[in-house]
Every structure is written in C-alpha cells, then in structure tokens.
C-alpha cells in the first residue's frame, strides 16, 4: 500500500453520492427501476488534481448541469482539507428494459 486512494474508487464515491441525492430530491430509486427504467453511466471524466492519503475525510460536491427524460449530466468535486482533489463529470442515459427512453412503451 502506498497510503493514497486508489483512483476508481473515486467514481465510486461519486456513484454513491449521486445515488443519495436521487434519494434525498427524487426519492427511493427503486420506485423508478421498478418502472422498468435505469439510468446508467454513458460517459465519465474525472480530472486528478491531487490524491487523498488513506483515512482522510473527503466531501463531495455534486451538481446537475442538466436533466431531461432521457439523459442526466452532473457535474462533480471531491475536496479534501487542502482544496479540490478530483473534478468529474458523468453522463447518465435512461434506458427501459426494452431499450426504449420514458414515454415510449
């Protein structure tokens, strides 16, 4: 171990923060699979500014630069004491269990 954070598991941090702000602004993300309906990852560019060391309290920022019925764009930071340690932004695309977007049963 070299004492830093691996650097994937900063889009995992990030797919769990995202997943408790569909919570907190949207509600159970269930309710919305159980409609036949996901919303997954399309595209993801992180930008590394820095590392954070193992142990070391993060906050994550996260924002929507857009949301439609077929498509969600978010825009991230990941801070540590020292300022912001990784830039994101990922793509969502919202797909049906036939392939098809909202609206188009």
């Known amino acids: 171990m070299q004492g830093w954070v691996f650097h ?3 889009l995992s941090w990030l797919d769990e923060a995202m997943v408790d702000l569909w919570r907190q602004r949207i509600g159970p993300y269930s309710r ?3 409609e036949g309906f996901e919303y997954v990852v399309a ?4 930008r590394y ?3 954070a060391r193992f142990e070391q309290e ?3 920022e ?8 077929t498509a969600l764009s978010s825009n991230h930071a990941i801070r540590g ?3 912001i340690l990784v830039e994101a932004r990922i793509r969502y695309v919202c797909i049906g269990s ?7 049963r």
């Open 62 to 69: 996260l924002g929507f630069e857009s949301m439609s019925t």
């Open 81 to 83: 004491p020292d300022g």
């Open 32 to 34: 919305f699979s159980a």
């Open 8 to 10: 994937a598991h900063y």
């Open 98 to 104: 036939a392939g098809q977007a909202p609206g188009q």
């Open 58 to 60: 993060v906050e994550i």
């Open 49 to 51: 500014l820095s590392g």
């Open 43 to 46: 595209e993801a560019s992180l």
